[in-house]
């Protein structure tokens, strides 16, 4: 069937059949043994613009209007059963990356961040699995993607009716997902230069803290296990979180007060022997201890990354950019009459960056210029642990 075939049978439908329709007509266009023709690609797009959002008229015009509310949670429906129905990863991602890719219009956008917090609430996993992909795409530090994750965020992490249960799953269930959302989640929060210092919410912060903590291999899961993309695809290399959160692990004891207000978390007990299954209890945590539970769960995972690969799994370069906002905190203590060797949040600070650092450098993490960053974290206050580690790699280079 030609090209021309295609859009007249589709303009024989109704939305919101001509839209259910019209994505097994991109898969055909699209996906094959060899890359599509530029030809192929072009009307695969238009077919997305006519047929899929109602952007565009028959002769390529734009169409005033748009999809109402109602349609747009018709095309949400269509999309979330095409993609649950869709057993082939590369069929999946094309299709979805050939809706929303590129991204510079604020209404597709819009209906993919209903769609991807929906496939939050209900764990949705191949809805999940895709944006994931889109996310490693677009770059998850992208605007595109930030104004995605800030929109889950609104919808599931800044009330306390959400179902954590649920979304605790996600990490074993869709972990490429959760690795490149906590790889955005971190380009939101504690950022050198926000006036004042934004610090995630308590119960984003409690989730991403358990699904750290419990699951070592999620960090990487994103840059171990390679998205499968359309033929002729160029794959973006995937971010890990590990700078992110190592730098909201070192600069929390600079902006979180010790005696903050608890939280519930969900802590599991150890299994022993003869119980038939795991218990969990609720303790009450103060923010102080997320991250210090935090810190714990990202050194899990940088030991996790030995023997998996070469290092580029942290950049030494974000690392060593963490010296500025310690200076400056230095700077203020010394501006107080402060005994900056006496200050229990700056030593804390600065024993979380050693340790960080010593981790992973000894699992094989860090790619960058290592010399640089033992350079940069020499020239801090004085630490016992952080002198000892950067005296240690020094020699050892």
């Known amino acids: 069937m030609s090209i021309s075939d295609l859009k007249h049978s589709l303009r024989k439908l109704e939305f919101p059949a001509c839209a259910k329709e019209a994505l097994l007509k991109i898969e055909q266009l699209l996906v094959g043994r060899v890359a599509p023709t530029n030809k192929q690609m072009d009307a695969a797009m238009e077919i997305v613009s006519e047929f899929v959002f109602c952007e565009a008229d028959r002769r390529g015009g734009r169409r005033g209007g748009g999809l109402n509310p109602l349609q747009e949670l018709q095309l949400i ?44 609430s209900a764990s949705s996993t191949p809805v999940l699995l895709a944006v994931g992909v889109w996310l490693q795409q677009m770059g998850c530090s992208s605007p595109q993607s930030l104004q995605l994750i800030e929109s889950i ?118 299994k022993l022997e003869g119980e038939k299954s795991l218990k969990s209890t609720t303790k009450a945590q103060t923010e102080w201890e997320l991250y210090m539970q935090l810190q714990l769960g990202v050194l899990q995972s940088m030991r996790a990354w030995r023997r998996r690969g070469p290092p580029a799994a942290l950049n030494a370069q974000r690392i060593a950019a963490l010296t500025h906002p310690i200076r400056e905190y230095t700077q203020r203590l010394k501006d107080r009459g402060c005994d900056i060797i006496q200050d229990d949040s700056l030593q804390e600070s600065l024993d979380r960056i050693g ?38 790699h020094q020699q050892a280079i």
Not at 77 to 93: G, Q, V
Not at 358 to 375: E, F
Request: aromatic residues 8%.
């Open 355 to 392: 340790q960080a650092v010593q981790v992973a450098l000894a699992s094989g993490c860090v790619y960058g210029n290592i010399n640089h960053l033992l350079a940069a974290l020499d020239s801090l206050p004085e630490n016992r642990l952080l002198k000892i580690v950067v005296k240690a």
């Open 77 to 120: 429906d269509i999309i979330c059963d095409y993609l649950s129905a869709c057993n082939n990863e590369t069929t999946k991602n094309t299709i979805f990356l050939s809706l929303f890719g590129g991204m510079e219009n604020q209404r597709k956008l819009k209906i993919l961040c209903i769609l991807a917090s929906m496939a939050v």
């Open 153 to 270: 965020i609104r919808d599931h992490f800044y009330l306390n009716t959400t179902n954590q249960v649920a979304l605790q799953s996600l990490a074993g269930t869709a972990p490429q997902f959760v690795s490149n959302f906590i790889t955005s989640v971190t380009e939101l929060y504690m950022i050198d230069g926000q006036n004042p210092i934004k610090l995630p919410p308590k119960n984003l912060l409690e989730v991403i803290t358990l699904w750290v903590y419990t699951t070592p291999t999620l960090c990487t899961s994103a840059h171990l296990n390679a998205a499968a993309l359309p033929n002729g695809a160029i794959p973006m290399a995937a971010v890990t979180p590990f700078a992110g959160l190592v730098r909201w692990c070192a600069l929390a004891p600079l902006y979180i007060d010790r005696d903050a207000e608890m939280v519930e978390v969900q802590v599991k007990k150890i």
